[in-house]
């Protein structure tokens, strides 16, 4: 049930009414920070909360280098970043998608990654949960049981069970690969370019008693363990490991979008892949089929404004994602919207919880919420308790959500283009 004097105060907004109904709601509606089985234990109280994320111990990016790096990562994306592109707040629509601004972002996407994941990982997890995904959801169904049956969903299309060892490629703080390790008894090895998510994820691992199978490396799915044409990155030290041909399975959820050369990140997860080997993923792509545009300047905006918001270097088609698999070396065996049937009466829009109503379970995803949080965030930096760069940080995600809704009302874009793939 909701509490209408927590809703009115959010609604009456201002710092100090945002970051008190903040308190309120907490307390009404025992929210923690308890994510797809996480600890929970970390966060009491929605003030606190916000603090705890903002000066967050296990953080790697030092309080006086937030705004540095988001500065760095705006330049990536000409300035746009914390503009909602579909009401027009954007100056200069498709400037981002421009030869030369995707190029930028293709050779600078190890920074563009990594800064945007050391910005964002702590809201991602304290609004959305662990799994840093959507997925399709019938109605009657939970939030979170639409995130891991979309997760089971590759276990099952994948054959995974106790024995079979699985590569998850781009693998955020582990929710996924917790979730499925508990379901499937498969062993999970994680990759993720950002050294924080690999932090904080071994130790999610350790807290929840799969570390004996799932485990977090740092690496580039550019260059995995045993790559022989290309470079290391800084930070990175692979040592002796070489991941050829160890795997019998690998998947991707909602990662292999950052990939500045698909073909090359694909023909990477087939070398470590044995021969047969299956892999699976959900991809972000624009629908030309559904009518997404490149001539279109309110589609290219739409476009531009979840490339800006979410670190992609550009969004793909479907088509293109299939061709790259292809041309790695794999025979594709399936392939298709998950979402195909989003506005089907039987089916919540993926967008939905952005989009939201007021729920007491999914508030912080709400884009009354997420205003809730601006302010707080607002007023923590202005405080000097958040770092400086940090509104700014919240602002793009802000912007960005808009940018999504709006993507998936009109079916022009998709969070989760299905394939199952065959290692010939
Ligand atoms: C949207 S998150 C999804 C994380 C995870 N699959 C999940 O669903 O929770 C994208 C992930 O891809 C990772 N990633 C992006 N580019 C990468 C790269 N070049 N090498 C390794 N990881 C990368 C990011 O660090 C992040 O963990």
């Known amino acids: 049930m909701e509490d209408p004097t927590v809703v009115a105060a959010c609604v009456a907004g201002g710092v100090v009414a945002a970051t008190g109904c903040y308190m309120a709601y907490q307390k009404s509606a025992g929210v923690t920070r308890d994510a797809s089985g996480g ?37 990536l994306f000409e300035g746009q970043t914390g503009k909602h592109s579909a009401n027009g707040l954007t100056d200069e629509k ?8 995707i190029k930028k972002r293709q050779e600078g996407y190890r920074t563009m990654v990594n800064n945007f994941y050391d910005l964002v990982t702590d809201f991602y997890e304290y609004g959305w ?41 781009g693998c955020g703080v582990g929710g996924p690969m917790r979730n499925m390790a508990i379901f499937s008894g498969a062993s999970i090895e994680g990759i993720t370019i950002n050294e924080y998510q690999v932090k904080v994820g071994n130790k999610y691992h350790a807290q929840q008693g799969v570390a004996d199978i799932a485990h977090t490396t740092r690496g580039d799915f550019q260059n995995l363990p045993g790559f022989t044409n290309g470079e290391l990155w800084e930070g990175i030290d692979y040592g002796d490991m070489d991941w050829t041909g160890k795997f019998d399975v690998a998947y991707e959820i909602e990662a292999t979008c950052h990939s500045p050369d698909k073909t090359r990140c694909f023909s990477e997860v087939a070398r470590c892949l044995k021969p047969g080997g299956l892999f699976a993923g959900y991809e972000w792509v624009v629908l030309p089929d559904r009518g997404y545009d490149g001539a279109n300047p309110t589609h290219v905006a739409i476009k531009e404004g979840i490339e800006i918001g979410n670190g992609l270097p550009t969004l793909a088609t479907p088509e293109k994602v299939v061709a790259a698999l292809e041309a790695a070396g794999f025979e594709v065996l399936e392939h298709y919207d998950a979402n195909r049937n989003v506005h089907s009466p039987v089916e919540i829009p993926w967008y939905d919880t952005l989009n939201g109503k007021f729920t007491l379970s999914g508030f912080r995803m709400t884009n009354l919420g997420r205003n809730c949080t601006h302010a707080m965030v607002t007023a923590l930096e202005t405080l000097r308790i958040a770092p400086k760069g940090t509104t700014h940080v919240s602002a793009m995600l802000n912007a960005t959500a808009l940018d999504l809704v709006e993507g998936g009302k009109q079916e ?13």
């Open 94 to 101: 498709g400037a981002v998608t421009s030869a030369e601004s």
């Open 39 to 75: 600890t929970g234990a970390a966060f009491e109280g929605q003030l606190a909360a916000g603090v705890n994320m903002l000066s967050n111990g296990d953080s790697v990016l030092a309080r006086e280098k937030v705004e540095n790096s988001m500065d760095e990562y705006a330049a």
């Open 129 to 169: 949960c662990q799994s840093f995904h959507f997925a399709p959801r019938w109605q009657g169904e939970t939030f979170l049981e639409s995130i891991k049956r979309a997760e089971y969903h590759l276990c099952s299309r994948l054959g995974m069970k106790p024995g079979v060892k699985a590569l998850d490629v």
């Open 412 to 424: 022009l874009f998709t969070p989760s283009y299905f394939f199952v793939a065959r290692k010939k």
